[in-house]
């Protein structure tokens, strides 16, 4: 089981804050910390701002970004750069954010989602890619830009040779694709819901309100692991999470009297 | 007078290649000892798909140098902006520069080579277009932003300049240009500035190549193959070679260019370098942001020549 704070959203977040809650996140020996761009609101940066968060922590930091608002090889292109000034901690959190379209003079269509995906994993796998879809075609080729080569590579890399990117489950036909490329899937968390099934090495995520108990989240789990990323507004709120759920999501049958004191 | 210390790419060369971590992990140190020297700030180097990882997202490194320190500014010199996405530019600025303590500075450009273009599905030929309708846009944002986002405009012609001018935008001027050039350009800013009714600011941003050393003959042999590599990497870029043009005929017209672009380099002790600088300042530019990382230097040639530049630092702004 894995335990992670937030996504914290950096709409009114300041750096003292953000410091601040991830500090409690360590100290409350959460496996990583999020934050949460809000681009319908003006709010990007979500990779940038896991890189500054990384530097005060040594955990790993994880970026919810709205995905789908621009072309994937500049999200691929943050990622792995994040990545590298992280020395390896970034995760991402991939969410279609049709409500920020208009801002972005994006696409909304599923097939603009579905091809944007298709890229973005290409691209971090490390491949040449030549992509052929309806809305992208990477590279282009262009006849006007020359020279211009048949494919093309994310350079540089991450230093990871996977990052863990999971995509928020909308529906079943795009979570088939989503695992199908290699990502994992978020869903948030209602009571009785399960934990998404694992991708490969990725467990399913599950996006937690603040007063989550351990239980629930154990009989969302079930036989599987969970990556349990827990809403905290305060760093009382934090240590009270860490508290109330370390415990018991990593050993069976934790005795309650242990952590009572 | 502000001293800049630019501008890094963090580039894997091929004469001393490095994991990419460890050129994130070093910038971030060169961003400490800059901040420790009391500069200005750092400025960041874009480009896209290149073997050597030149690096491509310049935000995200500023988020991770932002996080490392607290009074140094860091910039772009320059974001290609046509490029990109002008939302998602004007976005993450706006956060980053909340977050950094409004100490996130956009230097943007046109953007030149091909391949990159080709990569993001524009057409190179549309750059200045697509400037001309970003531009107004991403100053908005920028003026708008809390605290607001210093913005400048990358320029190597007269044309570009003009673009600038008439939005009041400041330059931030190629290293490549010499004197008679920048006036020429800066002659030109200030006639398209009066034509469009705006008024220009008082001063610019400027890049010039500068190591500070007190071994000239020693720097000049460890230097030389680094500043080869970087100008032919720039005029392989700005001057592709033709389909019936020979491999050397390319790389001896490639050769001119660097001969003439390697006399701009500003190389000596810190008086001579200062005395350099002043010349500069003399003509408007108030912030001189000062190439010392031509690729991948050896760390102790870098260190030492950032050492020296924040002597002349101390020389021209005291």
Same mark, same amino acid.
């Given at each position: 089981?894995?335990?992670?704070?937030?996504?914290?959203?950096?709409?009114?977040?300041?750096?003292?804050?953000?410091?601040?809650?991830?500090?409690?996140?360590?100290?409350?020996?959460?496996?990583?910390?999020?934050?949460?761009?809000?681009?319908?609101?003006?709010?990007g940066g979500g990779l940038a701002?896991a890189a500054?968060?990384?530097?005060?922590?040594?955990?790993?930091?994880?970026a919810?970004v709205?995905?789908?608002?621009?072309?994937?090889l500049y999200l691929a292109e943050d990622i792995a750069i994040a990545d590298?000034?992280?020395?390896?901690?970034i995760?991402g959190?991939?969410?279609?954010?049709?409500?920020?379209?208009?801002?972005?003079?994006?696409?909304?269509?599923?097939?603009?989602?579905?091809?944007?995906?298709?890229?973005?994993?290409?691209?971090?796998?490390?491949?040449?890619?030549?992509?052929?879809?309806?809305?992208?075609?990477?590279?282009?080729?262009?006849?006007?830009?020359?020279?211009?080569?048949?494919?093309?590579?994310?350079?540089?890399?991450?230093?990871?040779?996977?990052?863990?990117?999971?995509?928020?489950?909308?529906?079943?036909?795009?979570?088939?694709?989503?695992?199908?490329?290699?990502?994992?899937?978020?869903?948030?968390?209602?009571?009785?819901?399960?934990?998404?099934?694992?991708?490969?090495?990725?467990?399913?995520?599950?996006?937690?309100?603040?007063?989550?108990?351990?239980?629930?989240?154990?009989?969302?789990?079930?036989?599987?692991?969970?990556?349990?990323?827990?809403?905290?507004?305060?760093?009382?709120?934090?240590?009270?999470?860490?508290?109330?759920?370390?415990?018991?999501?990593?050993?069976?049958?934790?005795?309650?009297?242990?952590?009572?004191? | 007078?502000?001293?800049?210390?630019?501008?890094?790419?963090?580039?894997?060369?091929?004469?001393?290649?490095?994991?990419?971590?460890?050129?994130?992990?070093?910038?971030?140190?060169?961003?400490?000892?800059?901040?420790?020297?009391?500069?200005?700030?750092?400025?960041?180097?874009?480009?896209?798909?290149?073997?050597?990882?030149?690096?491509p997202a310049?935000i995200a490194v500023?988020g991770?140098?932002?996080?490392?320190?607290?009074?140094?500014?860091?910039?772009?010199?320059?974001?290609?902006?046509?490029?990109?996405?002008?939302?998602k530019?004007?976005?993450d600025?706006?956060?980053?520069?909340?977050?950094?303590?409004?100490?996130?500075?956009?230097?943007?450009?046109?953007?030149?080579?091909?391949?990159?273009?080709?990569?993001?599905?524009?057409?190179?030929?549309?750059?200045?277009?697509?400037?001309?309708?970003?531009?107004?846009?991403?100053?908005?944002?920028?003026?708008?932003?809390?605290?607001?986002?210093?913005?400048?405009?990358?320029?190597?012609?007269?044309?570009?300049?003009?673009?600038?001018?008439?939005?009041?935008?400041?330059?931030?001027?190629?290293?490549?240009?010499?004197?008679?050039?920048?006036?020429?350009?800066?002659?030109?800013?200030?006639?398209?500035?009066?034509?469009?009714?705006?008024?220009?600011?008082?001063?610019?941003?400027?890049?010039?190549?500068?190591?500070?050393?007190?071994? $000239?003959? *020693?720097?000049?042999?460890? #230097?030389?193959?680094? &500043?080869?590599?970087? /100008?032919? =990497?720039? %005029?392989?870029?700005?001057?592709?070679?033709?389909?019936?043009?020979?491999?050397?005929?390319?790389?001896?017209?490639?050769?001119?260019?660097?001969?003439?672009?390697?006399?701009?380099?500003?190389?000596?002790?810190?008086?001579?370098?200062?005395? $350099?600088? *002043?010349?500069?300042?003399? #003509?408007?530019?108030? &912030?001189?942001?000062? /190439?010392? =990382?031509? %690729?991948?230097?050896?760390?102790?040639?870098?260190?030492?020549?950032?050492?020296?530049?924040?002597?002349?630092?101390?020389?021209?702004?005291?």
């Amino acid at each position: 089981m894995r335990l992670g704070l937030g996504p914290i959203a950096l709409e009114m977040a300041t750096r003292t804050q953000l410091e601040s809650l991830a500090g409690a996140a360590v100290a409350a020996s959460f496996d990583a910390v999020w934050v949460a761009e809000s681009r319908a609101e003006g709010v990007g940066g979500g990779l940038a701002a896991a890189a500054m968060l990384a530097q005060a922590v040594p955990i790993r930091v994880g970026a919810a970004v709205d995905a789908g608002l621009y072309h994937p090889l500049y999200l691929a292109e943050d990622i792995a750069i994040a990545d590298l000034t992280s020395g390896g901690r970034i995760e991402g959190l991939l969410r279609h954010a049709d409500v920020a379209a208009s801002r972005y003079e994006a696409p909304t269509e599923r097939a603009w989602w579905e091809e944007f995906l298709n890229v973005l994993a290409g691209a971090l796998s490390g491949a040449h890619i030549q992509f052929d879809g309806a809305h992208l075609r990477v590279p282009a080729r262009i006849e006007a830009n020359q020279p211009a080569p048949e494919r093309l590579a994310l350079n540089p890399r991450p230093a990871q040779p996977a990052v863990p990117i999971w995509v928020e489950s909308t529906e079943t036909g795009l979570e088939h694709l989503a695992r199908d490329l290699g990502f994992g899937i978020a869903n948030h968390f209602q009571r009785g819901s399960s934990v998404p099934a694992a991708t490969g090495r990725w467990p399913g995520m599950l996006l937690c309100p603040g007063d989550v108990q351990a239980n629930a989240l154990l009989v969302a789990a079930g036989e599987s692991a969970g990556y349990f990323v827990i809403a905290a507004e305060s760093p009382e709120e934090v240590a009270d999470a860490g508290r109330r759920l370390a415990g018991p999501l990593r050993m069976p049958d934790l005795p309650a009297w242990i952590t009572s004191q | 007078m502000r001293l800049g210390l630019g501008i890094f790419g963090m580039q894997s060369v091929p004469q001393r290649p490095d994991h990419h971590v460890k050129l994130y992990r070093d910038v971030l140190e060169d961003a400490l000892l800059a901040e420790s020297l009391h500069f200005d700030s750092i400025w960041l180097s874009e480009h896209h798909f290149w073997f050597d990882g030149y690096c491509p997202a310049d935000i995200a490194v500023a988020g991770a140098i932002l996080g490392r320190t607290t009074r140094l500014g860091v910039g772009t010199a320059v974001m290609l902006l046509p490029m990109h996405s002008v939302q998602k530019v004007a976005d993450d600025a706006a956060t980053m520069s909340r977050l950094g303590g409004g100490r996130l500075s956009l230097g943007v450009a046109l953007g030149y080579r091909d391949a990159e273009f080709d990569g993001f599905g524009v057409r190179r030929k549309d750059r200045g277009k697509l400037m001309d309708a970003m531009l107004p846009r991403l100053e908005e944002s920028c003026r708008a932003a809390e605290p607001r986002v210093p913005l400048y405009v990358g320029v190597a012609t007269a044309v570009a300049a003009q673009r600038a001018a008439r939005l009041g935008l400041p330059l931030f001027a190629d290293s490549t240009m010499n004197p008679a050039e920048l006036r020429g350009m800066l002659d030109a800013y200030n006639t398209a500035a009066a034509a469009a009714g705006v008024t220009p600011p008082r001063t610019h941003a400027l890049q010039r190549d500068v190591f500070v050393t007190d071994d $000239r003959g *020693r720097d000049w042999a460890m #230097l030389l193959p680094e &500043l080869r590599y970087m /100008r032919r =990497q720039y %005029g392989g870029w700005s001057f592709p070679q033709e389909t019936d043009e020979t491999v050397p005929a390319y790389l001896q017209r490639l050769e001119l260019d660097i001969e003439a672009k390697l006399k701009n380099l500003i190389m000596g002790d810190a008086a001579h370098v200062a005395g $350099r600088l *002043r010349e500069f300042e003399a #003509l408007g530019f108030d &912030l001189i942001v000062c /190439r010392s =990382q031509f %690729g991948n230097l050896p760390r102790e040639s870098l260190h030492r020549a950032i050492r020296g530049l924040s002597q002349v630092r101390d020389m021209v702004s005291p």
